[in-house]
């Protein structure tokens, strides 16, 4: 079955950490991966995604993501994390060709001045 | 600014009640869909649809159904609510074609179930 794992549920760091959430995806054939985050009392945004080319992705507020075929994993990383990073992060997966997503559980990050 | 609007931001219900959870985007996206978001477990979809009329099961539609009529309205009905079904509901939608451009989501409906 299809399945996207984050396994990391909660995360505290404190201000201009560096941060590295795990996503784990479980596909046959091709996927687009994506991350998305849910600031408190806020819609979930997109915050970037890969469909093919170039495995490392830049998407906003200076977020990256590298999709690492072999271990079936797209990692998202920043290098220096702010208070406003507060939040909610989704990783997500898609069969290339299709429009369904399937989430992962989410993962907490609390960031600390 | 384009936009997917749900219908209330909060709701509170009895058991077995009927309840109607409204989605509207204007974007002209051919898809839409349902997903239910829960503490530890992430978002799960409850349903979906590619066109007018269209709909398929998601991976949790037991109690559930929904109805699509326009292209930029899409229902989601509760037939007798239970407490179980106390969660954030989500609707989202996007265009057709690779699958790559992601989702827009709405604001959310939290549903209480009293």
């Known amino acids: 079955a299809q399945s996207v794992s984050q396994h990391n549920h909660h995360v505290i760091l404190s201000e201009a950490a560096s941060l590295e959430l795990g996503c784990n995806y479980s596909y046959g054939g091709t996927v687009n991966l994506f991350w998305y985050v849910q600031y408190p009392g806020q819609h979930l945004q997109l915050l970037l995604k890969?469909?093919?080319?170039?495995?490392l992705v830049k998407g906003i507020k200076g977020f990256e993501a590298e999709f690492i075929k072999s271990k079936f994993s797209f990692n998202l990383r920043k290098p220096s994390v702010q208070w406003s990073d507060t939040a909610e992060y989704f990783c997500?997966?898609?069969?290339?060709?299709?429009?369904?997503?399937?989430f992962g559980t989410g993962t907490r990050l609390q960031v600390f001045p | 600014d384009v936009k997917v609007t749900q219908s209330s931001r909060y709701l509170v219900k009895r058991t077995g009640e009927k309840v109607f959870l409204e989605c509207v985007q204007d974007m002209d996206h051919e898809n839409m869909f349902w997903y239910r978001q829960d503490p530890g477990l992430g978002l799960r979809l409850i349903y979906f649809?590619?066109?007018?009329?269209?709909?398929e099961k998601g991976d949790i539609p037991e109690g559930y159904s929904v109805s699509r009529e326009k292209k930029e309205r899409f229902s989601l009905i509760l037939e007798s609510a239970s407490t179980n079904q106390t969660s954030m509901y989500l609707c989202?939608?996007?265009?057709?074609?690779?699958?790559?451009?992601?989702?827009?989501f709405g604001s959310g409906t939290r549903l209480t179930v009293v």
């Open positions: 997500a997966a898609s069969r290339r060709g299709t429009d369904k997503l399937i």
């Open positions: 649809s590619y066109d007018v009329k269209m709909k």
């Open positions: 890969y469909f093919s080319g170039d495995p």
């Open positions: 989202a939608s996007s265009s057709s074609g690779t699958g790559g451009d992601g989702y827009t």
